[in-house]
């Protein structure tokens, strides 16, 4: 499967942006979908995750109330709205397959596949 990211972009603190992330097959059949970010200098971490029905989410804590993950199954395409953007947030954000929803979970065997990230810069 390919994934690829879009909607990265620079926004000002406080802003927001709606990253996408399609997939060159159904994604259907992915039990579990989620984002990880990489911001400069730093390891990957996890960002947030989505069950295949949409039925569950997990989010960093760092995340929770601002980052909102939904996936649309028909299209095969994965989002992240990201309000209240923080200049802790620049980062290079990728969409992934992923084995497990647990945002506390290691990352190193976590992801099936992963796209090639769209970058996000909040700054003024």
């Known amino acids: 499967v390919q994934l690829v990211e879009s909607g990265g972009g620079l926004v000002q603190p406080g802003g927001s942006l709606r990253l996408s992330c399609a997939a060159s097959?159904?994604?259907?059949?992915?039990?579990?979908m989620g984002w990880v970010r990489q911001a400069p200098g730093k390891g990957l971490e996890w960002v947030s995750a989505?069950?295949?029905?949409?039925?569950?989410?997990d989010y960093a804590e760092s995340m929770l109330g601002r980052f909102t993950i939904s996936r649309d199954n028909a299209k095969n395409t994965l989002y992240l709205q990201m309000n209240s953007l923080k200049s802790e947030d620049t980062a290079v954000y990728y969409c992934?397959?992923?084995?497990?929803?647990?945002?506390?979970?290691?990352?190193?065997?976590?992801?099936?596949?992963w796209g090639q990230g769209t970058r996000v810069t909040v700054s003024s």
């Open positions: 989505i069950t295949r029905n949409s039925a569950y989410t």
């Open positions: 097959t159904s994604i259907l059949s992915f039990n579990y």
């Open positions: 992934a397959k992923t084995i497990t929803i647990a945002t506390h979970a290691a990352l190193g065997n976590a992801l099936d596949a």
